[in-house]
């Protein structure tokens, strides 16, 4: 909708009045010509006048402001030329101006149809486009020529005014059919715009031909001519104010457009042997002769030109088709062409070099007899498949080709080929073939390393998982699973040959235990190396359980038989197994997982033995890493507690020293000591609580010496603190920090942990003694080397295990071992503390012998601090 005020209104109420002015005039019956040139005059200038002022608003497209100024000053030349036609009917000259001007306008609203195309041709193109445009002007004239103009110029006495009156509209002639396929093709948001200049020129040169065969009649030309060309430009004035848009494709008008010369200059050849076939006999015109044989001319010049471009083509396709051979075979592959059945027509020297057959032993011979049968007929389908698409954007145009050709010696090898169709057009493939017997030997070598250990040359646990999974999803589709173990085994002590002779040498002794576990189970086990010192073992006993314990003993005894050789030095080792059954719809990881427990728990015990896989065993791992859990969040949230048993002088009695004792409330569940500290040991979280303890005890004690208390403190370790980083430096740090005097304090450890890593735990041990720390061996007699380590460490203190000093009083044996130890510690000067004291009689009998210090239940229970304040200063009566 147009509003009033929108500058498009006076436009349109121009375009209307003119129409209608225009047509008033007709009727009325006015001079036709003055009439004509008047209307086409006010027409042309009206859409001069709104295409500048259309091309001054801003637009989005350049091209469509330039195209819009080129047609308006079209228009207004054109205007021009017909204010200036009614005046020159009198005068050759005029008439002669005013056709230029007229014509020089068309030439203008053409231009600017091109430029609002916005079409970008190469110069090949546009002179093809150029020849197509004169063909159809030059058809259309000999069309014309035998239909109308012949008879016109039989009557026209001179020929040269014939000529000069119909040059203006055949050359606007020529100047629409060049602009017609550039603007119909065109999709550009000026497309109705360049639809509106086409309407125009090819009004406008009906209405020049009209005029000039008028004009050469001596009479006025048609009042139908006269409209159209007014009626075009008003369209023209119409068009930029519309909104532009851009027009979808369709291929199709291109392609008719493309054929329209070549229609025209049939129509016209047939139109001229039909005239001559009909026996009229006139002179030869020498102007109708020249246009047909420029047609025939021009049409001879697009042959050979088109000749020219297929040979170019088939030369570069040639070129090519030679160049992708030299490329193939440069690197290393094959390339011959069969046809569809095989038969070989033409193959590369390479296949000489690859395979070892001469070409000319291939030429005419098939494909099929150098592949292997089993490959042949999914190639055969594959082939016959390209065979039977004749589209050439099909998938099938092209496929790939994996199989086995058969080398001159004998050999199959891996190839892999790509069929295409032959580029000649003929029922011919091109195939280039390449030999992947190297990356077919990487693959598998990658595959290998991939499931395999690189040490001992044995599956590894990737394979082993994979093939634990098939087997027992084998047993599951209806079989029983009960017959399906897994064996887990672990070397004793293996860490040590690292340790001491070299990963180099562990390495090598890995192998050497694997040679023997090989050697022990069936060929249908599967054996693989877990990884580290691990072994699994992968069994189908097809029988009873037994087997697999019976296999899991050989495995034990395998490995311990006889020492290994390494390093010019027998290294004795032997083995933890576990062993775990399948059961219905376990999955591969678990029954792998018990494995792994059966072997930790053969471990725990000692090692060199076989343990089977309970369910009790999983629900202590489980608990323990519960209870792991549990114990680094009582750290963070402080849930321990320490208590002090009292040590007195059994001389005395009186309180000399204090013990201090790690106790855990979780929550308000008392949690035995024996129950938390070996897990704590294993997790390593023995280490930050004892370090609590010695902190939070040493300040404790240290207030009490400040009261004028002189009593001492004693702590247990664990092997885990004596070997853990800067544990003398800890010490040392909380005397710092409390003030408790370094002799004050007593660290206490049991024998075991003199015998384990006993360098270093000396080493540690002295460096505390150095600090001037007490030290006591706790559990004293149990162990397996005390007197040797009390000659090699500083010891101050040795604590009688509480087994000897529950059988005083009743059994002799262990009164007499007590008496010896009170003896031995007297004679070496060391301080004699006796634990577990719970009756009468066992304190009346230290007292004999000459213990010097004891505690237990009948001296003083574990307490509090608070508890531990009211002795202060008192003794304790027993």
């Given at each position: 909708m147009i509003r009033w005020r929108d500058p498009r209104a006076p436009l349109t109420a121009a375009v209307a009045i003119g129409a209608a002015g225009f047509a008033a005039a007709l009727l009325v019956g006015g001079p036709a010509l003055l009439t004509g040139s008047v209307a086409g005059f006010l027409a042309a200038l009206l859409a001069a006048?709104?295409?500048?002022?259309?091309?001054?608003?801003?637009?989005?497209?350049?091209?469509?402001?330039?195209?819009?100024?080129?047609?308006?000053?079209?228009?207004?030349?054109?205007?021009?030329?017909?204010?200036?036609?009614?005046?020159?009917?009198?005068?050759?000259?005029?008439?002669?101006?005013?056709?230029?001007?007229?014509?020089?306008?068309t030439v203008l609203t053409g231009g600017g149809a091109l430029i609002a195309a916005g079409r970008k041709l190469p110069a090949m193109a546009v002179l093809r486009h150029l020849a197509g445009s004169y063909l159809c002007a030059a058809s259309l004239f000999l069309i014309a020529w035998v239909a109308v103009l012949r008879h016109v110029y039989d009557e026209t006495a001179d020929p040269a005014l014939f000529t000069f009156a119909l040059l203006p509209p055949m050359l606007a002639l020529v100047v629409t059919c060049a602009v017609i396929p550039s603007v119909v093709t065109g999709r550009s948001a000026a497309w109705p715009l360049g639809m509106a200049g086409v309407a125009v020129l090819a009004t406008t040169t009906v209405a020049g031909m009209a005029s000039a065969m008028a004009r050469l009649d001596g009479g006025p030309p048609p009042?139908?001519?006269?409209?159209?060309?007014?009626?075009?430009?008003?369209?023209?004035?119409?068009?930029?104010?519309?909104?532009?848009?851009?027009?979808?494709?369709?291929?199709?008008?291109?392609?008719?457009?493309?054929?329209?010369?070549?229609?025209?200059?049939?129509?016209?050849?047939?139109?001229?042997?039909?005239?001559?076939?009909?026996?009229?006999?006139?002179?030869?015109?020498?102007?109708?002769?020249?246009?047909?044989?420029?047609?025939?001319?021009?049409?001879?010049?697009?042959?050979?030109?088109?000749?020219?471009?297929?040979?170019?083509?088939?030369?570069?396709?040639?070129?090519?088709?030679?160049?992708?051979?030299?490329?193939?075979?440069?690197?290393?592959?094959?390339?011959?062409?069969?046809?569809?059945?095989?038969?070989?027509?033409?193959?590369g020297a390479g296949v000489e070099a690859t395979y070892g057959y001469h070409p000319d032993e291939l030429v005419g011979g098939s494909i099929f007899d150098y592949i292997h049968p089993e490959d042949v007929p999914q190639i055969k389908s594959s082939l016959l498949a390209m065979g039977l698409d004749d589209d050439e954007s099909a998938d099938s145009g092209a496929c790939m080709i994996a199989c086995r050709?058969?080398?001159?010696?004998?050999?199959?090898?891996?190839?892999?080929?790509?069929?295409?169709r032959h580029a000649s057009g003929e029922d011919q493939l091109l195939v280039t073939t390449r030999d992947v017997s190297d990356e077919e030997a990487l693959r598998n070598q990658v595959a290998h390393l991939t499931f395999h250990d690189?040490?001992?040359?044995?599956?590894?646990?990737?394979?082993?998982?994979?093939?634990?999974?098939?087997?027992?999803?084998?047993h599951g589709s209806g079989h029983s699973t009960g017959h399906v173990a897994v064996i887990f085994l672990d070397l004793d002590g293996f860490t040590s040959v690292n340790d001491s002779v070299g990963h180099a040498s562990g390495d090598y002794l890995l192998g050497q235990a694997a040679r023997r576990l090989r050697g022990a189970v069936r060929p249908d086990d599967t054996l693989a190396r877990w990884g580290g010192d691990e072994f699994a073992v992968l069994v189908e006993t097809?029988?009873?359980?037994?087997?697999?314990?019976?296999?899991?003993?050989?495995?034990?005894?395998?490995?311990?038989?006889?020492?290994?050789?390494?390093?010019?030095?027998?290294?004795?080792?032997?083995?933890?197994?576990?062993?775990?059954?399948?059961?219905?719809?376990?999955?591969?990881?678990?029954?792998?997982r018990n494995a792994d427990v059966a072997m930790a728990r053969a471990k725990e015990l000692g090692g060199r033995r076989v343990e089977v896989f309970a369910a009790q065993m999983h629900a202590d791992v489980v608990r323990r890493l519960e209870l792991a859990a549990d114990l680094q969040r009582a750290l963070i949230e402080q849930q321990f507690a320490i208590e002090y048993?009292?040590?007195?002088?059994?001389?005395?009695?009186?309180?000399?020293?204090?013990?201090?004792?790690?106790?855990?409330?979780?929550?308000?569940?008392?949690?035995?000591?024996?129950?938390?500290?070996?897990?704590?040991?294993?997790?390593?979280?023995?280490?930050?609580?004892?370090?609590?303890?010695?902190?939070?005890s040493c300040r404790e004690v240290a207030a009490w010496r400040a009261s004028s208390w002189d009593i001492g403190l004693s702590l247990n370790l664990s092997a885990r603190q004596i070997t853990a980083p800067r544990f003398v430096e800890t010490v040392e740090e909380a005397l710092e920090e409390s003030g408790l005097p370094a002799s004050a304090l007593?660290?206490?450890?049991?024998?075991?942990?003199?015998?384990?890593?006993?360098?270093?735990?000396?080493?540690?041990?002295?460096?505390?003694?150095?600090?001037?720390?007490?030290?006591?061996?706790?559990?004293f007699g149990t162990g397996y080397a005390s007197l040797a380590f009390l000659r090699q460490l500083p010891v101050d203190m040795i604590k009688i295990d509480p087994s000897f000093v529950s059988g005083l009083g009743r059994d002799d044996t262990l009164t007499l071992l007590t008496r010896t130890i009170v003896r031995l510690g007297h004679d070496l000067g060391l301080v004699v503390v006796a634990e577990g004291i719970e009756?009468?009689?066992?304190?009346?009998?230290?007292?004999?012998?000459?213990?010097?210090?004891?505690?237990?239940?009948?001296?003083?229970?574990?307490?509090?601090a608070r508890g531990v304040d009211s002795l202060m200063r008192t003794s304790l009566t027993v």
């Open positions: 006048a709104s295409l500048l002022i259309a091309s001054i608003q801003p637009v989005e497209h350049r091209t469509m402001a330039m195209g819009t100024r080129w047609m308006g000053g079209g228009a207004a030349v054109w205007a021009v030329g017909m204010a200036v036609r009614p005046f020159a009917v009198s005068s050759s000259f005029m008439s002669s101006f005013a056709d230029l001007l007229v014509l020089l306008g009042a139908w001519s006269l409209t159209l060309a007014p009626l075009a430009f008003l369209l023209l004035a119409a068009i930029p104010w519309t909104r532009p848009r851009e027009m979808p494709a369709v291929p199709l008008v291109g392609a008719l457009i493309s054929l329209v010369p070549s229609v025209l200059v049939a129509v016209a050849t047939c139109t001229m042997l039909v005239h001559l076939a009909s026996g009229t006999r006139q002179q030869p015109v020498t102007g109708v002769v020249v246009v047909a044989a420029s047609v025939v001319l021009l049409l001879l010049l697009r042959v050979f030109v088109l000749s020219g471009a297929n040979l170019r083509l088939r030369t570069l396709v040639s070129l090519g088709d030679k160049q992708l051979r030299d490329l193939a075979e440069s690197t290393g592959d094959v390339v011959l062409i069969c046809d569809y059945d095989g038969k070989v027509h033409e193959i050709v058969r080398g001159a010696d004998g050999t199959w090898r891996p190839t892999e080929s790509v069929a295409t690189g040490v001992t040359g044995l599956p590894n646990r990737s394979y082993f998982e994979e093939r634990t999974r098939e087997v027992l999803t084998g097809g029988g009873e359980a037994q087997h697999a314990v019976d296999l899991a003993e050989r495995l034990v005894r395998a490995v311990s038989q006889e020492p290994f050789r390494v390093a010019d030095r027998d290294v004795a080792l032997t083995a933890s197994v576990g062993v775990a059954f399948a059961e219905d719809e376990l999955p591969a990881g678990d029954l792998i048993q009292p040590v007195v002088d059994l001389a005395t009695s009186r309180v000399t020293a204090v013990e201090a004792l790690v106790r855990w409330w979780r929550g308000s569940v008392f949690v035995p000591p024996d129950q938390f500290l070996g897990p704590a040991e294993d997790t390593g979280l023995i280490v930050p609580l004892g370090e609590w303890i010695l902190r939070e007593t660290l206490e450890v049991i024998e075991e942990m003199l015998v384990e890593d006993a360098e270093e735990t000396i080493k540690r041990l002295s460096e505390l003694r150095a600090l001037g720390v007490r030290l006591a061996i706790d559990d009756r009468p009689e066992q304190l009346e009998l230290l007292r004999e012998m000459g213990c010097t210090r004891g505690q237990g239940f009948l001296v003083a229970r574990p307490m509090a």
